[in-house]
């Protein structure tokens, strides 16, 4: 079995369109996406705000430059870009995933995505209604955990280690797929104080259970893959926002193999 992995595309909409060109050119059997599908910034083409990030502007880079970085051009006025930016993001963000998982189920794509320390619950509702809680692939059992230590961003999903032990699963899986890697393992940030960022809980609940692989994100800088015992770790990183996909080829056959990848999107 061929597994394509990615992370971390906050948004973009050339990303978006690549990995679904990637899964058949790759002949892949699924795509797993390890957390943070949201953008973060808005503009009505005129004003601009970013609720996390470095200011993108359509005025400066053109629509499809601006939505291929992760921007949503939505109809609000100035004050209301002003004002209200983080409603305007989170309701754009859920429709430009929504309409992007309906065009994979669409295409046949087989796929396992969850979300990530940026996406917003009410991404939940879109995700569930397209991936079922309980996940079974070619008899590979799939778990799954979108919560992250605290970082200094003030996103969504971040908690303290004992609610991260509680989103994680409560029964034996195969492969695991955490938006958080874990601690002291692809988690290597130049943010946060610098330093390892990973999750104790995701560390314990991987040397307990064992699972044959663990798929993570978060860590854009921090890409890779290790062992934790007998599990195989994956970080494919991520640089979607600033034109190059990473993405990850497992191969799930007598052993595992695990190819990194990088490729110019915009």
């Keep these: 079995m061929r597994i394509l992995h990615v992370s ?31 953008g973060k910034c808005v503009s009505n083409g005129n004003a601009s705000k970013c609720v996390w990030g470095r200011r993108k502007d359509p005025k400066e880079l053109g629509k499809d430059g601006f939505e291929n970085r992760g921007g949503y051009l939505v109809e609000a006025d100035d004050k209301e870009i002003e004002r209200n930016a983080p409603g305007l993001l989170v309701r754009a963000s859920v429709e430009r995933v929504k309409a992007w998982l309906e065009d994979l189920e669409g295409s ?6 969850i979300a990530g320390n940026v996406d917003h619950p009410l991404m939940d509702v879109v995700l569930n209604k397209f991936v079922p809680k309980s996940f079974t692939f070619r008899g590979l059992v799939f778990g799954k955990c979108s919560y992250v230590p605290f970082t200094p961003f003030g996103t969504y999903r971040e908690a303290p280690e004992e609610v991260i032990e509680l989103c994680l699963p409560k029964f034996p899986v195969d492969i695991l797929v955490s938006h958080s890697p874990p601690k002291g393992y692809l988690d290597m940030s130049r943010y946060h104080g610098g330093g390892h960022v990973g999750s104790e809980a995701v560390l314990k609940w991987i040397r307990k259970n064992k699972p044959l692989l ?9 890409p890779g893959t290790e ?6 770790l994956v970080n494919p990183g991520s640089e979607a926002e600033h034109g190059t996909l990473r993405y990850a080829i497992i ?12 490729l110019r999107i915009f």
Excluded: P, Q, R
């Design 227 to 232: 062992k934790l015992g007998k599990t195989t």
């Design 251 to 262: 191969e799930l056959d007598s052993e595992t193999k695990v190819t990194l990848n990088s």
């Design 108 to 113: 046949s794509v087989n796929f396992f995505i």
């Design 214 to 222: 663990s798929l993570h994100g978060h860590i854009h800088e921090s």
């Design 8 to 38: 971390d595309i906050h948004g973009s909409k050339a990303a978006m369109e690549k990995v679904k060109e990637l899964y058949f050119e790759k002949k892949v059997d699924l795509l797993v996406v390890s957390g943070d599908l949201t």
